[in-house]
């Protein structure tokens, strides 16, 4: 899997094709037009990503475009990576992974390679919040976002905040 970039590349571009969200985006029935839609394609590539992302822990972009599976019609087939975002993954990252995905997201919010906004609230939903959460309960909270400040920093909050209210 790791020596398969070619692949991964294109599977990729299928998945964040227009072409290929339109099909498989949430309709309120399994049909359109009297055409029955089969979600083997999206399943499997989603399988595959979801392999990728437990191969390697680092690569944060397979990571958030699993997201796009929530802009799809909730069927069970999608199950395994459901449960894995919701059950797993938080205790399946470091710390020091943690900070990298939260860093990836930030970084990539207004830039070029944005995604959109459902996207970004499925990467919040999904993986930053129980991320936080995780963190919060092992209490490692202050270790992943930092609770140490230095003294100068801390008075020009105080100051920034004080000006901020009068």
Known sequence: ?????????????????????????????????GV???YREPVLIAKIFLLYV???????????????????RTLSQFGSVKFWFKHEMA???TID??????????R?????NSYDESLKSAIIENIIIPILNFNKENQTLGELIGTEF????????????KLGLE
């Open 1 to 33: 899997m790791t020596t398969q970039h070619l692949l991964l590349d294109s599977l990729k571009k299928i998945w964040t094709s227009v072409v290929f969200k339109s099909r498989y985006q949430s309709a309120p029935s399994s049909q359109r037009d």
């Open 36 to 38: 029955l839609i089969k």
């Open 54 to 72: 437990q191969t390697i822990p680092t690569d944060c972009e397979f990571l958030f475009q699993l997201q796009r599976i929530h802009q799809m």
């Open 91 to 93: 205790a399946f990252y």
């Open 97 to 106: 992974q943690h900070k990298n995905i939260i860093n990836r997201l930030v």
């Open 108 to 112: 990539s919010w207004n830039g070029r």
């Open 150 to 161: 230095p003294i100068n920093y801390q008075n020009e909050i105080r100051t920034n905040f």
